[in-house]
């Protein structure tokens, strides 16, 4: 090590150049700081970088996310994501904002600086007001995480130069400092537009559409879509809202794959809003271009039949001046073939009334399981036919309360006290939201009380579909056998025609009506097919348990010494086999009989599934290892043989899998929590899923085996009937999660990633003791 006086010439000697070599100067003053004999400081690691960027932001949609947040704190009214060549890694992401852009200082304090204080010292953004959305220092992570190189390109409207920044994150390596790793920053001519944009290239990770889209939806529960004050001409300077649209490439032009409106907002059947005036009078406003409908600002008048849960009967709201509530309102069973699928998902996921206050989202109003407004209660009361439960809405209610003098938080953060305040809110969004509802139902001509008199429609409601379809059948073939009259006839025949056309187009809409109720049943029987999932899976592995106990005993037939001969052991062997499958067998139809919802600990339910397949994995010779991240893994509450079957239907796919590929056999189950969920990685070395068929697996019918099972010998083929991954994904749905394929770890072909959400402490209880 050189001692002092020669460290001190050097630096004199490298201040003293023309052209300033600053890491050199950096790096003398470092090497003469760890010279001090009285004080010592830390250094960091540049790979410190990359661990904070897998730690931090371990899923890729994650850091999509952190990115968008990033936008719209620079108050941002658009963020458009362009991917390209995404389908494999290696890809480009850009991200383009249209926020206030970033100085040389910003740069410099803000991106370049690791835990900046600047969202803890300004919690609102400057030009909007916005609450921000980021997490602390994330965003650079965020952009490490997803590629390996970084362009920054900003410029704010008060310069007349713009800024671009590289950075290569493969250059912080272990062993280098990080204070010494330079990036280069260039001053260049103004770019056309003020914002920022972001150029992610060598993506570590493939992109599905499916997965752009979980991003779209995770980043759009948590933020406020716009605010309804824009909609106010007083409030001209206000927030414009934002917006974020998702991108890719196609023969060099951008192609939409997703956004707000494209994908869900246009196929609702009305928009409806409302809001209470200083006087505390209620107001609402109606727009549907399909019935015809459009009124704004209309006094919103008190309806007896309609009965909120509150019980209120005030007609005005005194404590909810400037409150003000968006929503769009869908008829599921009218939604276009084509985009039903997609619809309902969304809104079975994330329908409901949504509560934002000062602008950032109030938790847990609007989620799967939350009746705040009492939409299903009213809807399973049957008072009012058409329909309205919470999956019939997508909104929110904007609340601007910064003292909280009105809307007080809970002692936990989690929801409002339910005070005279928060009573009258939900008064005033129930009949508002009912009253639209009912504006449409005339206009489709429906019974809108159960309290109205019948009339002959409502009596062939009644017909079964079959008899139903029979009929509408007959009036099709009436109506056709009469029109070559009408052209006889003239216009009055063909008003008749008209009107027929109209009644029979009815008549066809209630048979869909009809066949919605027996889809809900069809979720009522969903744990019972996971049940015969599990039902067949162990049929199949008893058969052939007993096989080989047959087969053993014929043998001891024809040996007269059995005590202690390899026969009877293996004997033994399979019967305690056949044994343990009968006890989870057992189990899982018992735990399914009782109907109990219960909360289950993931470690427990893995261990309990891998001791009872211990002698399959010795037969196929495949390793099956488990990693278990923390403690109190307890999911939501939920059925036992639903778990069954999603780890039996797992496993038995990894065993396909592994022998099309013919590879010693490595299965990994691996569990870990955050704040919200319980995340399971299930992991095999198979053959893998084809990046074609992604986005299918998981359809009915669907299957990426050729022709028995899993246990079949090797003359015979593997098959798979392609219900397994529907099944499970409808039973992962069902408890409020997901399931999705993500990148494998190295020495892995697939691995399949569920998120359900945690147990709460209330929902544990004593299960941890």
């Known amino acids: 090590m050189k001692d002092l006086g020669s460290l001190k010439q050097e630096l004199a000697n490298a201040l003293s150049k023309e052209d300033v070599n600053f890491n050199e100067i950096l ?42 947040k990033n936008a719209y704190d620079a108050d941002a009214t658009t963020v458009d994501l362009i ?78 130069f713009s800024l671009r920044l590289e950075i290569d994150w493969n250059q912080f390596e272990r062993g280098r400092d990080l204070y010494l790793i330079t990036n280069a ?111 704004k600002n209309r006094n919103l008048e008190f309806e007896e039949k309609i009965k909120p849960r509150t019980g209120l009967t005030c007609k005005n709201y ?77 909104g929110f209610v904007e609340i601007h309360d910064v003292d909280g003098r009105k809307f007080e938080e809970t002692a936990s953060r989690e929801g409002l006290l339910e005070n005279d305040a928060f009573f009258q809110l939900q008064d005033f969004v129930f009949r508002a939201l009912l009253a639209g509802v009912i504006e449409i139902a005339r206009a489709r001509g ?30 099709i073939r009436r109506i056709a056998a009469g029109a070559s009259a009408s052209h006889e006839v003239g216009g009055g025949r063909e008003q008749v025609r008209s009107g027929d056309a109209e009644e029979l187009a009815k008549r066809i809409e209630s048979l869909g009506t009809k066949a919605e109720k027996v889809l809900a049943e069809v979720g009522m029987l969903r744990v019972l097919a996971s049940l015969g999932l599990v039902i067949g899976e162990f049929t199949h592995e008893v058969r052939h348990t007993l ?28 019967i305690t086999v056949l044994q343990s499958y009968m006890r989870y067998f057992d189990d899982a139809v018992v735990n399914n009989v009782r109907r109990d919802l ?25 390793t099956f290892t488990k990693k278990f991240n923390g403690y109190d893994l307890f999911v939501r509450p939920s059925h036992k043989s639903e778990w069954s079957s999603v780890l039996l239907n797992l496993f038995t796919n990894s065993l396909k899998a592994i022998d099309r590929a013919g590879v010693s056999g490595r299965i990994h189950f691996e569990a870990k929590a955050d704040s919200e969920n319980v995340i399971v990685d299930f992991s095999d070395n198979g053959d893998g899923v084809p990046f074609e068929s992604r986005e299918r697996i998981f359809d009915a019918f669907y299957s990426t085996s050729a022709p028995t099972n899993v246990m079949s010998s090797d003359a015979e083929k593997l098959t798979g009937t392609g219900l397994g991954l529907k099944i499970i994904r409808d039973i992962i749905e069902a408890m409020g999660g997901s399931i999705y394929l ?14 359900v959400p945690r147990a709460t402490d209330e929902e544990v209880g004593d299960a941890r003791y």
């Open 446 to 475: 429906r019974k809108i009380f159960a309290s109205d008199s019948g009339s002959k429609r409502d009596e062939r409601l009644q017909k079964s579909p079959q008899e139903e379809a029979t009929e509408v059948a007959d009036e």
């Open 27 to 68: 790096a003398l003053a470092g090497e003469m700081a760890k010279l001090d004999e009285n004080n010592i400081r830390f250094s960091v690691d540049a790979s410190h970088i990359t661990r904070l960027g897998v730690e931090l932001v371990s899923k890729q949609e994650t850091a999509v996310a952190e990115l968008i």
């Open 598 to 622: 219960g909360v289950h600990e993931v470690r427990d339910i893995v261990n309990d599934f891998s001791e009872v397949m211990e002698s399959t994995l010795s037969k196929k010779g495949v």
């Open 318 to 394: 005194d404590a909810l001046s400037g409150v003000k509530f968006s929503a769009h309102y869908f008829i599921q069973e009218e939604l276009p073939t084509g985009s039903k699928a997609l619809v309902r998902e969304v809104l079975n996921h994330s329908g409901g009334i949504r509560i934002y206050r000062n602008g950032f989202r109030v938790l847990p109003y609007g989620e799967q399981f939350d009746d705040w407004l009492g939409l299903q209660r009213s809807s399973a009361l049957r008072g009012i036919l058409p329909p309205h439960h919470n999956n019939n809405f997508l």
């Open 742 to 755: 993500v990148e494998a770890e190295s020495g892995f072909s697939t691995c399949f990633r569920i998120e």
């Open 185 to 295: 920053l260039q001053v260049r001519p103004r770019l056309p537009r003020v914002g920022t944009s972001l150029r992610i290239d060598g993506l570590r990770d493939a992109w599905s559409s499916a997965q752009i889209l979980r991003s779209l939806r995770y980043v759009s529960e948590l933020m406020q879509p716009f605010p309804l004050a824009m909609q106010d001409a007083a409030h001209a300077n206000d927030d414009p809202g934002f917006k974020i649209a998702f991108y890719r490439m196609v023969n060099e032009k951008p192609v939409v794959i997703a956004d707000d409106r494209r994908s869900v907002l246009s196929h609702a059947a009305a928009h409806i809003s409302g809001e209470v005036n200083e006087r505390g009078e209620p107001f609402i406003s109606m727009g549907s271009s399909r019935f015809k409908i459009e009124f």
């Open 547 to 574: 096989a080989a106990i047959s087969s053993t005993i014929s043998g001891l037939g024809n040996d007269h010494e059995f005590s202690g001969s390899s026969g009877v052991s293996s004997l033994k062997a399979s």
């Open 83 to 160: 991917f390209d060549r995404q389908e494999q890694k290696g890809g480009v992401l850009k991200v383009i904002d249209t926020g206030h852009g970033m100085s040389r200082q910003q740069l410099l304090n803000g991106f370049m600086r690791i835990s900046t204080q600047d969202k803890v010292d300004e919690p609102m953004s400057v030009k909007y007001g916005r609450q921000r959305a980021g997490r602390k220092g994330i965003g650079r992570f965020a952009a490490q995480r997803l590629g390996e190189r970084l362009v920054i390109e900003t410029q704010r409207e008060s310069e007349d």
